[in-house]
């Protein structure tokens, strides 16, 4: 008999109740794992949980940390209505932090 080939990618969570977002980020390699990295947020825009990332960790680049405050913490990733204007807003955080490494090294 013929098989079909199916590919799925699925991850369960329990999530505790109703919040505004949920943050997950994404391999950009097939077939690489990543360890438990997400951010949850409040309905009222307070971080409620975030895991996996630098900031929460010691010893890590302390621009990085900065730049994960800033879009965690300062809610780059809550602004707009629409995927691409919350895209728009973690881009011009980043966009600014290349300018620093570019102009200060």
């Not at 919040?19 to 825009?45: C, D, H, Q, W």
């Not at 307070?46 to 405050?69: H, I, S, Y």
């Not at 707009?80 to 600014?96: F, Q």
């Amino acid at each position: 008999g013929a098989y079909d080939k199916q590919r799925e990618m699925s991850i369960e969570f329990e999530v505790d109740g109703p919040y505004k977002a949920m943050i997950l980020p994404a391999s950009t390699e097939e077939g690489r794992l990543l360890k438990k990295r997400y951010a949850v947020f409040e309905l009222n825009g307070d971080l409620a949980e975030l895991k996996g990332f630098e900031v929460k960790r010691r010893g890590e680049l302390q621009l990085l940390k900065v730049f994960q405050t800033q879009i965690f913490y300062e809610g780059a990733f809550l602004e707009g209505s629409t995927l691409e204007e919350c895209y728009a807003s973690v881009a011009k955080v980043a966009d600014r932090w290349i300018d620093v490494i570019d102009t200060q090294g």
